[in-house]
């Protein structure tokens, strides 16, 4: 576990390297993500950036806009809670999901991750109850979804695996999560192009 949590932390060292970091601070006082003056950037953030919420600030954050971004990090340290707006959805790119503490409640809308993970370390993580998709372009075997810690609610959404490739290989997608893991329903699309149907392992993870 330690060795996992080791490679997960210089993965996503990398991952900020190529992208912009921008904090989650309030500064504005809305508590609102679509609000330019509650980030670091001075600006809400795009499809390059990687948000941050940690102990900058104990204020709450409403996603109240489409939002697009690389990744998104929730640490151990931020104490408030990130809620997706009902109607608005959430895309986050190659950086993917980590929570490691807080809460994170999700709306009614889609929640997209694509080329990322989603690794929960930590907190409470609500999904929606629309569809969690692990989508996106990937040509190599790896883990789409980590439930190592904390708290996962499927809230009666939708897992729905959809990668794209058109590789000729066989390619293995991995679940990771703990004994107590639910889901509510599960859906792995291979419409997308596949010379062959990849291969889906569920692992129970025993710290």
Wanted: glycine content about 14%; proline content about 3%; some cysteine.
């Amino acid at each position: 576990m330690r060795h996992f949590t080791t490679l997960l932390a210089a993965g996503l060292l990398c991952t900020r390297l190529f992208a912009a970091t921008v904090t989650w601070t309030n500064a504005a006082g809305t508590g609102l993500w679509g609000t330019p003056g509650n980030w670091t950037s001075g600006a809400v953030p795009g499809a390059g950036d990687v948000v941050i919420f940690d102990n900058t600030t104990a204020a709450n954050c409403s996603v109240n806009v489409n939002a697009n971004v690389q990744g998104m990090v929730i640490m151990g340290t931020y104490g408030a809670t990130v809620t997706q707006q009902a109607g608005f959805t959430l895309t986050i790119g190659t950086g993917g999901f980590t929570q490691n503490g807080a809460t994170f409640i999700g709306g009614n809308s889609s929640m997209t991750i694509s080329n990322g993970p989603f690794t929960l370390n930590g907190g409470t993580f609500t999904s929606t109850s629309g569809s969690l998709t692990l989508g996106g372009a990937r040509t190599t075997s790896g883990t789409l979804f980590s439930h190592l810690g904390g708290t996962f609610n499927h809230n009666n959404g939708t897992l729905t695996i959809a990668p794209t490739c058109n590789l000729g290989s066989q390619l293995t997608y991995t679940l990771d999560v703990v004994p107590f893991t639910a889901f509510y329903n599960v859906t792995v699309n291979t419409a997308f192009g596949w010379v062959m149907l990849p291969f889906l392992a569920i692992h129970n993870v025993v710290a």
